[in-house]
């Protein structure tokens, strides 16, 4: 991918979402409140979703399956049952915190040549069906419900198939998504996206029966219905038919996998993500780093602080493309990592004067932009953080007819040279993903769960937004609206508008390249929630903020 396109996508990060407000403006409104639970999601219609099984009686993980869902039809272009993902949840009652694996295992027979040269049609193979990896998602949901839920599991897919089912009115961002992907469409699918032959516009109205179809044999026989069932077959035949190496056999074998999280101290806080197999362990170690330094003293976004923070997040970026593996095969050596040792021997060799070349450990990788995440919180103090993909806009592009699901693209975000390395597509392996889900510990209990889309940029931007909450003492809509920098290869530096021009220049002074992201657009589209606990330990107010870059609601029950 050029630099030059690969800056308009940084410009246009989940999907060029636009603001209503400034960040400023929003973070003066404050955060939603609620005193029995809290939803934020990227869509008004999920958050509500999510909150009617809340107020049916369903808990925190009841209502996860269920904002997931309605997202998979509010949002198509984003996430869904065909597609993959990281959740971070809080287990109140044994007071746990899990991380499930919804990524699943890259597909037994795929070779992982077809996706570089010398393959004539190697660039086209990472986009299409060849590029189609095992969907977690469905089996993620139901693990979750099977382990945790309070209400039937079909209960859990009222909203979403209602809908799918009537319709939505689609909004200018889904609307300008549809027309740039439709002509890639199957016409099965170009018959409900479109009408007339031309792609729905703004103001008309999207429905997906086929989706709702779907959704309708889930609740009625469970994830099997994928892994197996009337869905996955239609999977497999897809697949034949294009293709692709994705089989039934894989959809079979596929399961949804706990995980303990990886965690560190940092200030008076344990801060929690998700372990290997995701990538999300270089977002502690730029938080390691900035622990090393007086970041309350030295102000928040200053040239001193900003110049750190890249610095840093260049070494972390540098760790993931060196260090990220499967743990049952090549585990990162995350002891050494995310040692006070190392933190401390890395930031001494920070240059506090200029801007060091960020040189690659033999690596190089690209990263999905079109995601979603999502938190929600109940009054008994669960929690689900969760982020949740298709890789590319519509993912592959492929949808298995009668099903109104798009399959991912998955296998487009390995990396293939050199051919071999931990992140090259390895048959039969999991998928590593970068997703960066993130609990919050104070005081032995979990204060803040946030994360956010943005490709590489996630695991840059949730580091961020923990430093606002703890180091600059912001609440959860300031943290989330406060602007952003994050480092996009090959060694250049994405720093939003919002941020002072006398900064900007000055640490392009000291030798980052700059790239402003400029107008409407802005760097992720984060969600958080926020616990304040009684004497008792029990929640009494909950907090939550939905990002002034994107068009989600945070609300409170």
């Known amino acids: 991918m050029s630099l030059k396109i690969y800056?308009?996508?940084?410009?246009?990060?989940?999907l060029g979402i636009s603001l209503f407000f400034s960040a400023e403006s929003q973070a003066a409104k404050g955060p939603a409140e609620g005193t029995r639970g809290m939803v934020s999601s990227a869509?008004?219609?999920?958050t509500e979703a999510g909150l009617a099984i809340l107020k049916k009686g369903g808990n925190a993980f009841d209502a996860a399956v269920a904002i997931a869902a309605t997202l998979n039809a509010v949002e198509p272009m984003m996430s869904g049952i065909?597609?993959?993902?990281?959740?971070?949840?809080?287990?109140?009652?044994?007071?746990?915190?899990?991380?499930?694996?919804?990524?699943?295992?890259?597909?037994?027979?795929?070779?992982?040549?077809?996706?570089?040269?010398?393959?004539?049609?190697?660039?086209?193979?990472?986009?299409?069906?060849?590029?189609?990896?095992?969907?977690?998602?469905?089996?993620?949901?139901?693990?979750?419900?099977?382990?945790?839920?309070l209400l039937e599991w079909s209960d859990l897919f009222t909203e979403a198939v209602k809908v799918a089912e009537e319709g939505f009115i689609l909004d200018e961002r889904t609307a300008r998504s549809i027309q740039r992907a439709f002509d890639d469409f199957p016409s099965h699918a170009k018959r409900f996206y479109g009408k007339e032959g031309r792609p729905l516009e703004k103001g008309e109205r999207l429905v997906l029966k086929d989706?709702?179809?779907?959704?309708?044999?889930?609740?009625?026989?469970?994830?099997?219905?994928?892994?197996?069932?009337k869905i996955g077959k239609a999977i497999d035949d897809v697949m034949r038919k294009k293709g692709g190496f994705l089989s039934l056999k894989d959809l079979i074998n596929d399961k949804a996998e706990w995980w303990k999280p990886v965690h560190i101290a940092y200030r008076n806080c344990e801060v929690y993500t998700a372990s290997p197999p995701s990538t999300a362990f270089p977002s502690l170690i730029r938080l390691g780093l900035m622990g090393e330094f007086d970041l309350a003293k030295m102000g928040h976004n200053t040239l001193e602080?900003?110049?750190?923070?890249?610095?840093?997040?260049?070494?972390?970026?540098?760790?993931?493309?060196?260090?990220?593996?499967?743990?049952?095969v090549n585990p990162p050596p995350l002891e050494h990592l995310l040692s006070k040792n190392y933190w401390k021997e890395q930031a001494s060799k920070i240059d506090l004067k200029?801007?060091?070349?960020?040189?690659?450990?033999?690596?190089?990788?690209?990263?999905?932009?079109?995601?979603?995440?999502?938190?929600?919180?109940?009054?008994?103090?669960?929690?689900?953080?969760?982020?949740?993909t298709l890789g590319n806009s519509f993912g592959s592009r492929i949808m298995p007819e009668g099903t109104g699901i798009w399959l991912n693209n998955s296998l487009a975000y390995c990396t293939f040279e050199p051919k071999g390395n931990p992140m090259d597509a390895h048959a039969g392996r999991r998928k590593l993903s970068g997703d960066c889900p993130t609990i919050i510990m104070r005081n032995g209990k979990p204060w803040v769960a946030i994360g956010t889309p943005g490709g590489h940029t996630i695991g840059q931007t949730v580091p961020q937004m923990v430093m606002n909450l703890i180091d600059f003492n912001m609440n959860i809509q300031e943290a989330i609206s406060a602007p952003r920098v994050s480092f996009i290869e090959p060694d250049k530096i994405a720093i939003e508008e919002a941020i002072a021009l006398d900064v900007r220049n000055k640490l392009a002074s000291m030798g980052h390249e700059l790239r402003t992201v400029e107008g409407r657009g802005g760097l992720g589209n984060a969600h958080g929630l926020a616990i304040v606990y009684g004497k008792d330990g029990k929640p009494i107010k909950f907090t939550g903020a939905s990002d002034p870059r994107g068009r989600g609601q945070a609300k409170g029950y």
């Open 354 to 388: 200029r801007a060091k070349p960020f040189t690659y450990p033999g690596l190089k990788e690209t990263e999905s932009q079109h995601t979603t995440h999502f938190v929600v919180a109940d009054s008994w103090g669960n929690i689900v953080s969760a982020t949740q």
């Open 305 to 328: 602080t900003l110049h750190r923070f890249i610095e840093a997040t260049k070494h972390a970026f540098w760790c993931r493309l060196r260090y990220a593996g499967d743990p049952e």
């Open 211 to 229: 989706l709702a179809g779907s959704f309708r044999m889930i609740a009625r026989e469970g994830a099997d219905a994928v892994y197996g069932g």
């Open 43 to 46: 869509n008004p219609i999920a």
């Open 82 to 149: 065909g597609g993959y993902g990281t959740i971070l949840v809080y287990d109140a009652k044994k007071r746990e915190i899990w991380f499930l694996d919804s990524s699943g295992k890259i597909p037994a027979a795929v070779d992982s040549d077809v996706f570089r040269e010398p393959t004539p049609d190697y660039w086209e193979n990472r986009r299409g069906p060849k590029a189609i990896s095992t969907p977690g998602n469905a089996n993620a949901w139901e693990a979750m419900s099977k382990k945790y839920g």
């Open 7 to 14: 800056l308009a996508l940084i410009a246009m990060l989940s």
